[in-house]
């Protein structure tokens, strides 16, 4: 299986590095930078979870040709580049499956706008990828990975995208219903993404404090409440998973609270914002999401 990762960034890196440590036919797309030329000119500098450092020598173009005899495109852009990065590529595909692993609502039926739906794959990692230098990215934790035809039934291409992946050592799951895994991950993000960003705290704060318990609680409640009438049966449980995930990376600080203290765009329009705007359609309020998009906003503008 010839596989492309489009976006080379934390997750791209890790994923396409990983693939070819393990001998897979992968080919990093990413735009022209320091880090792309790193790779291209030596190799990728790779840190495993246990701190082991391995030297990947990794294939990385920014000539979007690449992917014209791929059989599997990973999609590892930020969520409000996806059109952007699929109508770049989109001419140069043939039959391939496209799958997208980014957090976020929308990023299958963005990714459905450039290619037939029936290629179109969605799923979750829960993998940890950093981009540390040029050149360099560290697998910050281990996770599980699902995956699944978004919009049509699953197949065997399907168990071998699953299957590559697996052998990476991202082991891979496939699942009959991607929407509610895509949806499960967006409610924990809800609960501890902007919160943590706005407070500035780490996520286990949000479980050790009862003013963050009540955030985590409220805004998960909410997008528990949209996802309902959107039809998708998100686990009854979200806000206990979602306060274990906040235990579970207790130090961490979210993506979100990165991108805001590092004065980077963030994701809100895909998670808080979404829910927002699919409440708004549903006629269900969101208060609580609709406050903390808008100050995420305010914080990115500033
Ligand atoms: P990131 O480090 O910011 O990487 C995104 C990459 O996409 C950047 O390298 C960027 O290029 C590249 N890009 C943007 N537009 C492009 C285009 N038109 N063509 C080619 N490349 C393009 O972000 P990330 O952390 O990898 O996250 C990617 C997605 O995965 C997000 O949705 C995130 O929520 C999700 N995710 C991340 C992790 C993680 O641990 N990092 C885990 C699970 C899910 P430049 O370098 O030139 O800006």
Redesign the pocket.
């Known amino acids: 299986m010839r596989i492309v990762v489009?976006?080379?960034?934390?997750?791209?890196?890790?994923l396409a590095g990983a693939l070819a440590a393990a001998d897979a036919d992968v080919t990093l797309?990413?735009?022209?930078?320091e880090?792309?030329r790193r790779v291209r000119d030596d190799a990728l500098r790779l840190t495993r979870p246990d701190g082991t450092e391995t030297r990947v020598p990794l294939a990385v173009t920014?000539d979007?040709a690449a992917a014209a005899d791929a059989d599997l495109l990973v999609?590892?852009?930020?969520?409000y580049?996806?059109a952007?990065?699929?109508?770049?590529?989109a001419e140069h595909l043939g039959g391939a499956d496209v799958l997208?692993?980014?957090?976020?609502l929308g990023?299958a039926e963005t990714v459905a706008d450039y290619v037939p739906r029936e290629r179109v794959l969605a799923g979750?990692?829960?993998?940890?990828?950093?981009?540390e230098a040029p050149g360099h990215v560290r697998h910050?934790?281990r996770?599980d990975t699902t995956i699944g035809r978004y919009f049509a039934p699953n197949d065997a291409r399907v168990d071998a995208a699953a299957d590559a992946l697996s052998a990476a050592g991202i082991e891979t799951t496939v699942t009959d219903d991607p929407e509610v895994a895509v949806w499960t991950?967006v409610l924990v993000?809800a609960g501890i993404n902007a919160a943590t960003a706005l407070a500035r705290v780490p996520n286990g704060a949000l479980v050790e404090s009862e003013a963050g318990e009540r955030v985590l609680r409220r805004a998960v409640e909410e997008g528990v409440e949209v996802a309902r009438a959107e039809g998708v049966a998100v686990p009854s449980d979200a806000v206990e998973r979602t306060r274990a995930v906040a235990e579970r990376t207790a130090s961490n600080a979210s993506?979100m609270r990165q991108d805001v203290e590092r004065g980077?765009r963030t994701?809100v329009e895909?998670l808080h914002g979404a829910l927002v705007r699919r409440g708004a359609a549903n006629g269900v309020a969101t208060p609580v999401n609709e406050t903390l998009a808008d100050l995420v906003r305010l914080a990115e503008e500033g």
Do not use: I, P
């Open positions: 489009l976006g080379a960034g934390s997750l791209g890196s890790l797309l990413g735009r022209d930078s880090h792309v920014t979007a999609v590892c852009v930020k969520s580049d996806t952007d990065a699929l109508a770049g590529v997208t692993l980014q957090n976020g990023n979750t990692t829960t993998h940890g990828a950093v981009r910050a934790g996770g991950k993000n993506s980077r994701e895909a």
